[in-house]
Structures are given as structure tokens and as C-alpha cells.
């Protein structure tokens, strides 16, 4: 009776779960396909945001329970990993444990549900990294229609997404801690524009400085551009207060060395005093302070220059020739806030400026540029597999059909996972306005019958349709990313058999 009892408070809380997953993968289903709608959020101050990207929906959507805040930090690896994908790796977890609890009702023991689930994953990623194809040129046309999609068919978008790409380049683009996405950006009456070189959101730190330099000669200071510091207790003393004199007389002339090395362009760390302020106005150097890690390191690389120290100053003119970047110009856009550096004598780079005509859109179109540009760039490192639903519709079947040849009751868990895959292609038919059921099964027998994994639904018809003529595509390496991701999390919401309260601090 005891194990009875036992068994029954572990499908209700199986149950309890299921419904708190499915209750969270409801508040993002309505947006994927091409058919797929907005989410209004507001807070509780009024503010809007209006959105299909389902990583900022789940993020800002208020959620307490923990098997669905674990399928939330599921859109949040699949936005680290690869910046797309965010609403299919949700939908695919969620999905994935309502067909292991139906599985596990039906009285499949949990750790052969489990057990199956994880091989039937493995399968499927297995045949996803064998279809990939790869691509060749960065002149491919797959790579627009990828950013095209990725980029909600917003085709301003798409086209200067693939020209930042041309311009960065493939081996860049390929490099493990570089994120395209970062390059992009959005602005209240902005032009769409690509900008050569480096954009930040910026002021020169006096009206007096200059607002537009050519033949750029850039110091990138990791530091304060001022005297090196000597504390109260020392200048106390005769010997801390020779020191400090020192260090001003010593500060005076590594500011003339700017002058000498033919400095006109200072990028600063932290805050510049104000004897550097004014010897730098007079001496027609723009001085940019409090500048971010990233942006200083994305100028660095892209002018050639070497990041100083303060104390650094106190070398030669020889030595310091050494950390000087270069660029053909720097100017500041005083209606945007922004200062531009282009066309730097390092390696090169792309800022993909976004324009937007309200503040409210600002966010959202920078959200589409981002998710285009991941696309792309998982494309350029994994090749591309057919979209629209159909390659999971494909991995399906061939999952069904591995099914008939395992033995043992894995099988069942191998079956959930088959069962899943449908989700995706069965939710974008839904949002196009057709029968799940029926479309699902008519894009299933056509592949089956054409022995192709690329057909599809045309989603205006209803009819079938081959996507890679379509030219409806996604990255491999998001379908890839997204199907581990739901796999892993699925299988932890099904392996809780209890949920406990922990005590608070105080008590």
C-alpha cells in the first residue's frame, strides 16, 4: 500500500510539472514559423515590450516554478551557444516531457523512459550532423536566406547582415569566442548603414575637443589619463610628498609626449583629469573616457594599437611609436551620440547599425539583426540543414523506424522522442491557420514517397513544398544546439520524483 502511495505522489508530481512546463512553452508557441505572432509584455510600471523573440519573452515573463524555470534557462544557454533557436529548443523540451509522462503513465518505469530518451537524442543528432550541408563561399546565397529567416523576413536587414559578414570574413566569422552578433546595433533615426570599423555609443569628454580627425594616430589607455595616485598617509610625510611632486612633473611630460608621437586620439579606460582635459583641447586630441572593455579591445584590434597603462607613458617616444593604432578617420555623430573610428590599419571589423523610427521598435529590430547574425554565423560553421519543420519531421520518421529494431523498454523513451520532433512543423501549421494533424501527416508521406528530407509546407497553400528550393533553411548548429539542450533538460524535469520546500534563512 506504502509503495502504492508512493508511485502515485510521483506521477502527480511528474503530472505537476508536466503542466508547469507546457503552461511556459504556451507563452512562446504562438510566435515560431513564419506565420507566428507577437507578445505583448508590460510591467507593472506600464512598460512595454512588443516581441516574438522567445528568449526575451521567457526572460521577462514572471515564473515561480522551478521545473519551468529550468526549461526557461533553456532558451538562455540555446541564446549563449548559438543567439537562435530559443523558441524551437523550448517547444522540443516541453514536448519531450509531456511524451515521456504520457509514456511513464502508461506504466514504462521512469529510468527506461530516460534511458530511451537519451538514445533516441544521440540518434537524431548523429543524422542532423551527417545532413548538414556545408558552405563554401561567403557569396553562398543560403547565407541571406538564412538571415532573411532568422531575421523575421526583414529584408533590410538581411542584406546588411550579409555585407557586415563579407566584410568581417569567413575566418574571423569562424573564430570560437567571436559573436557576429555583437557587432550589431540599433538607433533611434538611424540610417540602415555598415559601418567600416568601430561604433560606439560615445562623446569626446569636451564640446572644445575635436568632432572629426583624418590620418588617426590612437593611444587605448586600460587606465586613468592622469598623475599615478600617492595616498593621503604618505603625502603626510616630506619623502611621499617629493614623490607626488615627481609623479606631476613626470605626468606634465608624458603628456607632451602625446604631442610628440603625434597623438590626436586618446581612448581612456576611466576618467581623465583635468590638466590632461585641457592639454588635450589645446592641443586638438579627442579624448574618449570611461569606454567599456569590449569597445577598447574591438578598437585595439581593429587600429592596430597596444593597451597602456598609465605608468606606461613613462617610456620613450621609441617604445611607446610601438602601441599606436591607426585608422583613416574618427568622427562623432553629435545627433546619435556616437563616434565612429573607420577603416583602421589592423584587422578588419563591421558595425551593423540598425535604424529604427520609434524608441519603442528600437529594442525589437535589434533583437532581429542579433538573430540574424547568429544565424548566420552557425551557419558558416556547421552548414545549414532544409527548415519550415521539415528536417524534424524527417528525423522523426527515421527515428520510428530505429524504434522497430531495439529491444527492451527503452524503446518507449526512443518513441517520446519521435513523437516530440513533430512538435515544431505541428505548431507553425497551427499559426498558418491549418490542421496539425492532417499537414503533419501529408509532409510525412511526401517525404516518404520523394525519399527527400526538404519537403516541407508552404505555409500560405497549405501545400507541399521542397525548402531547400524554397530557399527556407536554417543553421545545423542551432537544430543541433536545441535538441541536446531539450534532451538534457527533459530528462532532469523527469527524473524529480518529489518537490521539497528548503527552509529559509531564517528559519
Known sequence: MGENKTGEERLSTLLHNVNAVQAVASSVEGTIGPKGLDTMLVDENGNVIITNDG?????????????????????????????????????????????????????????????????????????????????????????????LIAGREHEDIAHLIMEGAKLIGEAKMLENDFRFSDLVTAKEGAD???????????RPLSKEMPEQIEDVKLLVLGDALAPEEVDDEALGTERGFQRYLDLKEGYT????????????????????????????????????????????????????ARTLKRTGLNKS?????????????????????QVRIMHGAGKP????????????????????????????????????????????IYLSHQIEQWRTSLKGMEGFGVEAVANALRKPLSQMVQNAGFNPLEKV???????????????????????????LQAGVVDPA???????????????????????????????
Not at 540602415?192 to 560615445?202: A, C, K, T
Not at 542551432?478 to 531564517?506: D, P, Y
Open 192 to 202: 540602415n548603414e555598415v559601418i567600416h570599423g568601430v561604433l560606439m555609443n560615445q
Open 317 to 337: 617616444v621609441d617604445e611607446l611609436t610601438r602601441y599606436i593604432g591607426r585608422a583613416k578617420r574618427v568622427e562623432f555623430e553629435e545627433t546619435l551620440g
Open 349 to 392: 571589423t563591421a558595425t551593423m547599425l540598425i535604424g529604427a523610427s520609434t524608441e519603442e521598435v528600437v529594442g525589437e529590430r535589434e533583437r532581429i539583426a542579433k538573430d540574424a547574425a547568429s544565424a548566420m554565423q552557425a551557419c558558416i560553421r556547421a552548414g545549414y540543414l532544409p527548415g519550415g519543420g521539415s528536417i524534424e
Open 441 to 467: 501527416e501529408m509532409v510525412k508521406a511526401a517525404q516518404v514517397e520523394s525519399g527527400t528530407n526538404s519537403v516541407g509546407m508552404d505555409f500560405d497553400t497549405g501545400r507541399c513544398a521542397d525548402m
Open 55 to 147: 528568449v526575451t519573452i521567457l526572460e521577462e515573463m514572471e515564473v515561480k516554478h522551478p521545473a519551468a524555470r529550468m526549461v526557461i534557462n533553456i532558451a538562455r544557454a540555446q541564446q549563449d551557444k548559438v543567439g537562435d533557436g530559443t523558441t524551437t529548443a523550448t517547444l522540443l523540451a516541453a514536448a519531450l516531457v509531456s511524451e515521456g509522462a504520457s509514456q511513464v503513465s502508461r506504466g514504462v518505469p521512469v529510468a527506461k523512459v530516460i534511458s530511451g530518451i537519451r538514445q533516441g537524442i544521440t540518434k537524431a543528432v548523429g543524422i542532423l550532423e551527417k545532413t548538414a550541408v556545408r558552405i563554401t563561399s561567403m557569396d553562398d546565397e543560403k547565407l541571406y536566406h538564412i538571415s
Open 477 to 507: 548548429l542551432v537544430k543541433i544546439h536545441a535538441l541536446k539542450t531539450a534532451g538534457e533538460v527533459s530528462q532532469a524535469i523527469l527524473r524529480i520524483h518529489t518537490i521539497i520546500r528548503m527552509k529559509s534563512e531564517e528559519e
Open 253 to 304: 611630460c608624458n603628456l607632451q609626449k602625446l604631442v610628440a608621437l603625434g597623438i590626436n586620439t586618446v581612448v581612456v579606460e576611466k576618467s581623465c583629469d583635468s590638466i590632461a582635459e585641457e592639454f588635450c583641447i589645446d592641443n586638438g586630441i579627442m579624448v574618449l573616457h570611461r569606454v567599456s572593455k569590449a569597445d577598447r579591445q574591438r578598437v585595439a584590434d581593429h587600429t592596430g
